[in-house]
């Protein structure tokens, strides 16, 4: 069975400092994995995505990830904080094939300070 | 083109009272999710739906809650009768077989059951 783990619920960064959400993953076949941002009052939105081209993600905003199969893992990284990045993240697998339900973490809250 | 969409975007009624929250997917989707988001349990899949078919009820709550999708472009979540644990943030969301599997969101449905 697929699953998610990120790691930290509150992550908090200083505005032009790197930004740096752990997640982790578990799928008995190649995943799909992607990260959502949600930002208040709103719904949630697809920052990026892998489908098993390349390890290295671009997705929005600045954003990237990537995945590091033997380390299971899939951190969202961004180079320099803005005070707008202040959202949550959700890190989501799916195996795909006969279901394409996600399997979402349980979100990192980021803030960023000025 | 538009996005998922939802309505009401906010409801509030009372204890006892019917609900029906209603979903719009984006036009070409033939998956639909509907989730709960409130703060002490997080995200989580209630029911989806895969050409217009219930696949996976496991997460609705329980019978007070029920899904339907009359055609590929509706889909309604009814709550009958509500109660005061049932408020919370209810989102739509719709994807597309054979493409990655991303999952778009509506705004979401901001339920207070007084």
């Known amino acids: 069975a697929q699953s998610v783990t990120q790691l930290g619920s509150h992550v908090s960064v200083s505005e032009g400092a790197l930004v740096l959400l752990r997640c982790n993953y578990s799928?008995?076949?190649?995943?799909?994995l992607f990260w959502y941002v949600q930002y208040p009052n709103q719904g949630l939105q697809l920052l990026l995505k892998?489908?098993?081209?390349?390890?290295l993600v671009k997705g929005i905003n600045g954003f990237e990830a990537e995945f590091k199969k033997s380390e299971t893992s899939f951190h969202l990284t961004k180079p320099s904080a803005h005070m707008s990045d202040a959202a949550e993240y959700f890190c989501a697998v799916s195996r795909g094939g006969a279901t394409n339900k996600l399997i979402f973490g349980t979100g990192t809250l980021l803030a960023v300070q000025p | 083109d538009a996005g998922v969409i939802q309505s009401p975007r906010h409801e509030v009624t009372e204890m006892g009272q019917e609900v029906t929250l209603r979903c719009k997917p984006i036009s070409g989707h033939n998956s639909l999710f509907w989730y709960r988001q409130t703060m002490m349990r997080g995200l989580e899949l209630l029911i989806y739906f895969n050409n217009n078919v219930p696949i996976d009820d496991s997460g609705m709550p329980e019978d007070r809650f029920s899904a339907k999708m009359p055609n590929a472009s509706f889909s309604t979540l009814k709550i009958q009768p509500s109660e005061p644990r049932d408020s919370a943030v209810y989102f739509c969301?719709?994807?597309?077989?054979?493409?990655?599997?991303?999952?778009?969101f509506g705004p979401g449905t901001r339920l207070t059951v007084t």
């Open positions: 799928s008995s076949v190649p995943p799909y």
């Open positions: 969301a719709s994807s597309s077989d054979g493409a990655s599997y991303e999952q778009y």
């Open positions: 892998y489908t098993s081209a390349a390890t």
